[in-house]
């Protein structure tokens, strides 16, 4: 069965640095986004994309994190200086059609220090 | 803004008792419910969906649009039930789907 599959799996990495967290979504999906849960918190909407451009985006999401679907493969999250409170877990999903049923992948555990 | 609460973080039980996890929600319109789950070192994924009204391993949630309130139920709790379950809603014409805070389901053996 195809999954969503996300690199690294864990990052550790200093304070103002970039980092670029990888997915590869299911091969025929059309809808994509990228979810962050900080240790003990929700699960939060970052962004969602579709048709090669960010479709919603919550406040979170600032000018210092952007997304790109560089091939027909993968998408990617960039934060371009990190900061202590970057430090979570950033899912990736994607769907086909939107009807609520994101299939996620296992997660990059990002550490700031 | 919509919002989905749940207000326990841990519930704990022993094997065979029944389990209510209880999720609300803030919207005026028509929102879609779901559960998610996510087992011990796996990834979150789909339980059910309100529009469905399908039981899975035995949960089943209703949405009550007068409480506002979609929460999940199980007469029969096992070992194997054991997971993070998160309420999620999405609505309208947007595609972003959002979760409550997640609870903690233990059952003992």
């Known amino acids: 069965e195809p999954e969503v599959t996300q690199t690294p799996s864990h990052q550790v990495t200093q304070m103002g640095q970039e980092v670029i967290l990888r997915c590869v979504p299911i091969s025929n999906h059309l809808y994509f986004y990228w979810y962050r849960q900080i240790l003990g918190q929700k699960v939060e909407f970052l962004v969602s994309?579709?048709?090669?451009?960010?479709?919603?985006k919550s406040e979170i999401f600032d000018d210092q994190f952007s997304v790109e679907r560089p091939d027909g493969s993968n998408f990617t999250l960039k934060i371009r200086s990190t900061k202590l409170e970057d430090s979570a877990m950033y899912f990736c999903?994607?769907?086909?059609?939107?009807?609520?049923?994101?299939?996620f992948g296992e997660g990059s555990r990002l550490t700031v220090l | 803004a919509q919002r989905v609460t749940q207000p326990e973080k841990l519930l704990s039980v022993f094997k065979g008792a029944p389990v209510e996890l209880k999720c609300n929600y803030s919207y005026s319109g028509s929102p879609e419910l779901f559960w998610y789950v996510q087992y011990s070192r796996q990834r979150l994924q789909l339980l059910l969906r309100?529009?469905s009204r399908e039981s899975i391993k035995g949960f089943t949630a209703d949405l009550n649009k007068g409480e506002t309130s979609f929460h999940l139920k199980k007469p029969f709790a096992q070992e194997e039930d054991s997971a993070m379950y998160y309420c999620?809603?999405?609505?309208?014409?947007?595609?972003?789907?959002?979760f409550g805070t997640g609870t903690r389901l233990q059952v003992f053996p």
């Open positions: 309100h529009i």
């Open positions: 994309f579709y048709n090669n451009e960010i479709s919603e």
């Open positions: 999620a809603l999405i609505w309208g014409n947007t595609d972003k789907l959002i």
């Open positions: 999903a994607s769907v086909l059609i939107v009807t609520g049923e994101l299939f």
